[in-house]
């Protein structure tokens, strides 16, 4: 995880609608808007130097404590969606973000959305992820 960098705070991640995330009417299925926010922020996380399974390999989980989406207008199999997520908060054991989902040009609101997240360890044991992985704390500081 050498290869950290400072971070944005708000990051873009683009999407096209496969047909099975889509049910009879080809609208997209309600579960699958949760599913893009995890895609962004996996990509975020990675592009940050943070990579989820390097973090695990570490010693260090970040599991989902929370997860909420209001559905605005109805997404439909093979339209792009741009997935804005934005780190909302980071307290030192917990951290938020928060989600657009909307056309690639930005003028159809899709989705909103926010995740919930904390540092375990292996045993699923709160970390202070300041003291069991400094490198991970210099990345998510410029949050709080």
């Known amino acids: 995880m050498s290869d950290i960098r400072e971070p944005a705070a ?29 895609e962004c922020r996996l990509d975020y996380m990675a592009k940050l130097g943070l990579p989820y399974d390097k973090m695990e390999e570490n010693g260090v989980i970040v599991p989902v404590i929370s997860a909420s989406c209001e559905y605005k207008e109805a997404t439909r199999y093979g339209e792009t969606v741009k997935i804005i997520g934005e780190m909302e908060r980071f307290d030192g054991l917990r951290f938020f973000l928060t989600y657009r989902i909307t056309d690639p040009a930005g003028d159809v609101l899709h989705a909103v959305g926010r995740t919930g997240h ?10 202070n992820i300041k003291k069991t992985a400094p490198e991970i704390y210099e990345v998510f500081r410029y949050f709080k």
């Open 118 to 127: 904390c540092f375990l360890n292996r045993n699923m044991k709160p970390i």
């Open 10 to 38: 708000v990051y873009e991640y683009t999407h096209v609608v496969q047909y099975y995330e889509t049910d009879a009417m080809r609208v997209v299925h309600h579960s699958n808007y949760i599913r893009w926010m995890e």
